[in-house]
């Protein structure tokens, strides 16, 4: 069974990027990473340019072009990179069982990380549309009277 997942691998690339790659942005900081993303994704899972970038908020064409920006980045030897060689070896590892104990925790620590900020942001997301929906009820009673 395959053990990488995307949400393990955003979460790789988003902690060491410290960017929130679901934000649209087109700064190089953003662009380069969600390509280091795209070619890792397309590395070491089987998913489809499409499902890989509906993490991101992102089209398939989009993914297209990352990966076209991916290989710009391993070119010019861009500082990226590091972040992209990291991710390897550590996702290398996890797929060949290679010294689980380390590499495979590593790497469920950073899936676990990921949906735990998942959770938070719709959690606060729940509480700001029930705080909202408060307001406007007592709006609306205020101006029934």
């Known amino acids: ?5 995307l949400q393990g691998i955003l ?10 790659l679901t934000k649209s942005s087109r700064m190089k900081e953003y662009v380069y990473a969600r390509a280091v993303y795209f070619k890792l994704s ?13 993490l991101v ?6 993914v297209m072009h990352g990966m076209k920006v991916f290989e710009m980045l391993e070119f010019h030897k861009d500082p990226t990179m590091n972040i992209y060689n990291e991710c390897k070896s550590i996702l290398t590892s996890v797929k060949q069982n290679l010294d689980i104990d380390v590499q495979a925790g590593l ?4 899936e676990v990380e990921y949906w735990q900020t998942r959770y938070e942001n719709m959690r606060d997301l729940y509480v700001n549309a029930v705080e909202k ?3 406007y009820e007592r ?3 205020t101006t029934a009277d």
Not at 1 to 5: G, L, Q, S, Y
Not at 107 to 110: A, V
């Open 1 to 5: 069974m395959n053990k990488i997942t």
């Open 133 to 135: 929906l408060a307001r």
């Open 139 to 141: 709006e609306e009673v």
């Open 42 to 54: 397309r590395e070491f899972t089987n998913f489809s340019f499409k499902e890989i970038g509906h």
């Open 11 to 20: 979460a790789m690339v988003t902690r060491r990027s410290e960017l929130n």
């Open 107 to 110: 790497y469920e620590d950073e």
């Open 57 to 62: 908020d992102k089209d398939h064409a989009s």
